[in-house]
């Protein structure tokens, strides 16, 4: 099993509408949560960390359930900017090593 | 800043040949580390360094040598290129802060050995 899991998508959504990803890690240890994005062809960078209580950054918010140890993300009023692959990523606290997702691709259509 | 430079961004090899990939980071940032990135098979971790003159294996350290001599390089090494190395290679770098390892990704470097 992988440490971290998500659903490959891709996720074809019109402009507009809400979407949640989902993501699982197997690691009870992992302690820091994020989601990164990775445009086609681009290196990945930090979409959002993953706090506790969830968080909220515009349009998007992200929860973490450790009892169950799945990470989400919620985008709502998808913009064609959107689309891009949206990574899942754990970490143990205060190593220096972060687990990647494979990746879940959106893609937001007229 | 430039943040995360990765030089070459494109290389062709032939089976056997050498290279090296230099990454370099302007943040002062202790932690660097080398990344391949397959379809299918997400990112994973070459090797990784966590300060000047130090190193140590990632996930998949076969074939592939690292060096630290300064605090912003780290130098990916290819001693004989085999077709199994094509990939797109990613240099990333992080400070420790008490709640988070955010790390830093360069732009990449594309790589095909033939």
């Known amino acids: 099993r992988k440490e971290v899991e998500q659903d490959p998508g891709p996720f074809n959504v019109p402009e507009g509408a809400t979407v949640a990803f989902n993501c699982t890690y197997s690691n009870s240890a992992s302690q820091s949560f994020f989601w990164y994005r990775q445009d086609c062809r681009k290196e990945p960078k930090l979409l959002m960390s993953?706090?506790?209580s969830g968080n909220e950054d515009g349009r998007f918010t992200a929860q973490l359930n450790r009892a169950s140890q799945y990470i989400s993300l919620l985008i709502r009023d998808s913009k064609l900017s959107d689309s891009a692959t949206y990574l899942c990523v754990v970490g143990r606290y205060n190593t220096d090593k972060l687990i990647f997702g494979t990746g879940t691709r959106l893609q937001v259509f007229p | 800043n430039a943040g995360v430079t990765q030089t070459p961004k494109f290389r062709v090899l032939k089976t056997g040949q050498s290279m090296t990939l230099l990454c370099a980071q302007d943040m002062n940032h202790e932690y660097m580390y080398w990344y391949r990135q397959d379809p299918g098979m997400g990112l994973r971790l070459i090797h990784y360094?966590?300060?000047?003159?130090?190193?140590a294996k990632g996930e998949v350290p076969d074939g592939y040598n690292v060096s630290r001599l300064k605090k912003q390089n780290f130098l990916l090494g290819l001693e004989s290129a085999a077709p199994s190395q094509t990939s797109v290679y990613f240099c990333?770098?992080?400070?420790?802060?008490?709640?988070?390892?955010?790390?830093?990704f360069g732009p990449g470097t594309r790589l095909t050995v033939l």
């Open positions: 360094s966590v300060g000047e003159g130090t190193t």
């Open positions: 990333a770098s992080s400070y420790l802060a008490e709640q988070t390892n955010e790390q830093f």
């Open positions: 993953v706090y506790s």
